[in-house]
């Protein structure tokens, strides 16, 4: 069935970090086809992890054509794209060759260049332009790796003949037939390079790693006219007219368009972004300031913290405790859990993220007693990433108050921990806020959906996404404040005996 211009779909490229993805969205923001492969992850050394750029580009059109083929294309009306952020690429401009892999966020390499810079009392300069802090995660210092690394590459920079992008900009690269060296306002703001107050490069960062700008994709809104594909690649040239890095297109896809409205997405990890309208506030918490969209040359600006484990903790009560045969069980032992146990798992595997920042921290159960047993080890994990998101929410409200603005009052959700209702209501009453479970929960695709078509007319504006936004399933707080408040301390005391710093 055709819409008004015969366009029906918008085409929405998922390109995550183990897999990609292409969606086709009914103007109702329904997901009507997917295709999906999956990502081989590299990893020549420890800590350090690789994308083939080829791949991910080979995936990405096998993907697209896969779901174009169900439909006409000329019933598309165009492309978003969302991505895993901070994953770095550098190719030749000509040939579009990549010099190298692409150094994954996830990826360790450049620790001992933060830490140089930490040393030199360079983190609050970039905390101030950045929103960001000085961690291998973002993409800057990995651009300085491959330029000093890769033969020649710096050299080459210089004289204009590479490209360094995030994966958006290199799909963007590939799909335009190498027409187009563009990113957008969210995937900049993860480089470590953009100034998130002009909107632009900041040349003092740049500096410190010899950047020439040449190399950089120019920087455009989320919604905007990013370049049309190549011909041969389909069977009709299709805009490119949305970008957003995964998080910032779940709050989109979420709807959080209001100051105060905050999104959380309980994955491997967990993201949470709670918009801060056209403020930067410059965390007191250690959470980073990003950019959750730009339209309209109009920036809103959002405040991020992240947990490491999600539902890693609840693959790691199945893959190594062997409490459970699958994720989905977790919810059935955790009713049956004595609800009195005091057992509290800090599941600190790899350290802590927000807002304690602690790489070296270990995981714990603590709080065991003789009748603690797989089902209470299986509750108070699922109670961890609860506790977790309460950190993240009271170091989000601090900041906010402390800016003047409205603390988030309730939390979106999405991401496939939260199929467990069980985990929902614990997170409900451990928050002491509603958490909501929209109708799509594939947010991130649709996020990127929206924002293309926002862009070309097929969806209204940001009003009508609210408006077609639906809840799925609301859950109050039912556990009584003193409860909830004395299981929370008990949570702090758990993260204070594993802290290192
Ligand atoms: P990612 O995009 O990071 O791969 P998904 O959003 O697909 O993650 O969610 C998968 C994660 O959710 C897994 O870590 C899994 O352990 C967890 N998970 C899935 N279903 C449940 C469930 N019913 N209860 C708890 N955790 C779950």
């Known amino acids: 069935m055709a819409e008004s211009g015969g366009k029906a779909y918008v085409l929405s ?8 993805r292409a969606l086709l969205f009914d103007s109702k923001g329904t997901p009507v086809q997917v295709a999906q492969k999956e990502l081989p992850q590299i990893f020549p050394n420890d800590g350090w992890v690789e994308h083939d750029g ?152 740049l500096s410190w790693f010899d950047i020439p700008r040449s190399l950089l994709p120019e920087v455009k809104d989320c919604c905007a006219a990013f370049g049309e594909t190549a011909s041969g690649l389909f069977d009709v040239s299709l805009p490119i007219t949305g970008i957003a890095g995964d998080q910032q297109a779940a709050t989109v896809g979420q709807a959080c368009f209001q100051p105060g409205m905050m999104k959380s997405t309980y994955g491997t990890g967990c993201f949470a972004l709670v918009n801060t309208g056209s403020a930067h506030v410059h965390s007191q918490n250690r959470l980073l300031a990003t950019v959750a969209y730009r339209i309209g040359g109009d920036v809103t600006y959002a405040l991020e913290g992240s947990i490491f484990m999600a539902g890693a903790t609840i693959q790691w009560l199945r893959d190594e405790m062997k409490f459970i045969t699958s994720a989905e069980e977790s919810e059935a032992l955790a009713k049956q859990a004595n609800p009195d146990s005091q057992a509290i798992v800090v599941p600190a595997f790899t350290g802590l993220g927000a807002p304690y920042w602690d790489p070296n921290a270990r995981g714990a159960v603590l709080g065991m007693t003789r009748d603690t047993g797989a089902p209470e080890i299986v509750r108070a994990a699922l109670e961890s990433v609860s506790y977790q998101t309460r950190d993240l929410m009271d170091a989000m409200g601090a900041d906010m108050e402390a800016a003047g603005l409205s603390a988030p009052s309730e939390l979106r959700v999405d991401g496939g921990m939260v199929a467990n209702d069980w985990f929902a209501q614990n997170l409900s009453d451990l928050l002491g806020r509603p958490v909501v479970r929209p109708v799509v929960q594939e947010t991130t695709a649709l996020g990127a959906a929206y924002l293309a078509g926002m862009q070309v007319g097929f969806f209204g504006g940001q009003d009508s996404v609210s408006a077609q936004w639906q809840q799925e399933a609301r859950f109050d707080a039912v556990m009584d404040e003193g409860t909830r408040d004395s299981r929370y301390g008990r949570w702090k005391d758990a993260v204070g005996r594993v802290l290192t710093v």
């Open 54 to 205: 080829n791949q991910i580009w080979a995936d990405t059109l096998e993907v697209c054509r896969q779901v174009l083929s169900k439909v006409k294309a000329h019933e598309v009306a165009a492309i978003g794209i969302t991505n895993q952020r901070e994953t770095s690429l550098i190719w030749d401009r000509a040939t579009g060759v990549p010099l190298h892999n692409a150094i994954v966020w996830q990826d360790r390499r450049t620790a001992d260049l933060c830490a140089r810079l930490k040393s030199e009392g360079k983190e609050a300069i970039v905390q101030e332009k950045t929103g960001l802090l000085l961690d291998p995660y973002f993409s800057g210092t990995k651009l300085a790796w491959l330029l000093d690394k890769v033969d020649g590459a710096r050299d080459r920079a210089k004289k204009g003949e590479l490209c360094f992008g995030t994966i958006d900009s290199w799909l963007v690269y590939n799909l335009t037939g190498g027409a187009s060296h563009v990113t957008d306002a969210t995937n900049a703001s993860r480089t470590l390079l953009f100034n998130i107050d002009t909107q632009d490069w900041d040349d003092e960062i």
């Open 13 to 20: 490229i998922d390109q995550g970090t183990t897999s990609t």
